[in-house]
Every structure is written in C-alpha cells, then in structure tokens.
C-alpha cells in the first residue's frame, strides 16, 4: 500500500529535549516536505526536498532541522524544542511532475507538545 | 509569502445542499489544488486544476479556475454527512506549494 509513514504520532516533550519525527514513504517520490499546522494559521511549510541531498527552507524553518540522506526518509530535527513549536505536524511526498505540477500525499500527522 | 485565502472560513449546510468554497491568491500560479481533511488527518488530494484550464470536474466536486481575478472555487453537489471536513485550497507558484486557512464544512444529516 502507498502510504507515507510518520513517528511517533503523538509526543509530549520538554523544553531543549531534541527530539526527532521521521518520515519514511514508499512510492519513490523525489518530492518531500514537512509542514505544520496551528488554529487559525493553516499549513505552514518548515522544509522541503527535491530530492537526495537537496534541501530548502520553507516558510517558518526557524528551530528545525532536516537531512535527505536517502530517497524515501525525510526526518525532522528539533534540537532545542520550545514550546511554541507545539503543533501539529505532516510530512508529506510527491512525483515531480511537469513544471512544478505535483499531488501531495499527506502522513497521519504527528502532534507534538513542548512543555 | 504566497497563499490561498479560503472563504467562508466555516460553512454548515443541510445534507443534499450544494457547498461552494473560495479560494483567491496575489501572484501568478501554475496550477491550483483542492484538499480535505477530516478531523486531525492527513490531507487527501481532492483535484488539480492548471492555470491554463477553467473548469475541471470529479465526480460531485466541480471546481474553477478564474485566473484574471486570481481565484477559485470548489462546489461540492448534493452533499452529505461525510463530507463534512475542511477544504483546503493550495496554490502551485515553483518550488512550493502553499495552502490557505481552510474552509471547515458541516453538513448536517
């Protein structure tokens, strides 16, 4: 089954606890990104990756950190977790296709809270 | 930075009611896209519509693409309970793809 892989799905932490949600999916995308999602503030993009080795800030990269080693794994880094990092959070992948023209697939999410 | 501003922000209808979202944006886009997401999930794609097209269908979902006055929008036909979820559009500009706030649809039995 296609599917994009999050975990955990659910963390509670504590403030500079680094802490990381991995992000594994099977289709063999080039296209990886992660996002968060806050009341009010939609989807807001954290990083994102064209492929192996290839990685670019999103709209709020500040506090993360992530690595493209391998095709098929897009972990997210918190080295110092604050608590206005609580959020829920998607990794999600996708073809390069045409001029930019992709379909996202989404993970389950991963809430995280940040004491 | 870019996004799609969704309108109504909450939208409740009666099951078999028609529900129309809007979705506007600033700059110049190469495609537009649709998503749902039921409560706390994943977003699932919905349907892509390019910015050379106008209309496109999908089964009860029929979306448009009115690129002069940079807007959108999505008509669900015939409603029901589960499709109560909220509608996110998001703009394809390059490199990114950014989504609005989102519509959040009840459609009550």
């Known amino acids: 089954e296609a599917q994009v892989t999050q975990n955990p799905r659910y963390l509670i932490t504590v403030t500079g606890k680094k802490l990381t949600v991995t992000c594994s999916q099977n289709?063999?995308?080039?296209?990886m990104s992660w996002y968060r999602q806050d009341p009010g503030l939609g989807l807001r993009q954290i990083y994102y990756?064209?492929?192996?080795?290839?990685?670019d800030k999103g709209d709020v990269p500040e506090g993360y950190k992530v690595s493209r080693k391998e095709k098929r794994n897009f972990p997210l880094i918190l080295e110092s977790p604050s608590p206005n990092q609580t959020s829920l959070y998607f990794c999600?992948?996708?073809?390069?296709?045409?001029?930019?023209?992709?379909?996202?697939?989404f993970g389950e999410g991963s809430r995280l809270t940040v004491l | 930075s870019q996004q799609g501003e969704e309108d109504p922000q909450a939208l409740s209808i009666q099951e078999g009611e028609n529900a129309t979202m809007n979705c506007s944006y600033k700059t110049s886009i190469n495609n537009l896209q649709w998503y749902r997401q039921n409560s706390g999930r994943g977003l699932v794609h919905l349907i892509l519509?390019?910015?050379?097209?106008r209309e496109k269908h999908s089964g009860r979902l029929r979306v448009t693409l009115d690129t002069s006055k940079k807007s959108s929008s999505l008509l669900i036909t015939a409603s029901r309970a589960a499709d109560t979820a909220s509608y996110f559009c998001a703009k394809d500009a390059g490199n990114m793809l950014t989504f609005g706030g989102g519509t959040r649809l009840m459609v009550k039995p």
């Open positions: 990756s064209m492929n192996v080795e290839v990685t």
């Open positions: 519509i390019r910015s050379n097209e």
């Open positions: 289709m063999n995308h080039e296209y």
């Open positions: 999600a992948s996708s073809y390069l296709i045409g001029q930019g023209t992709r379909e996202l697939f």
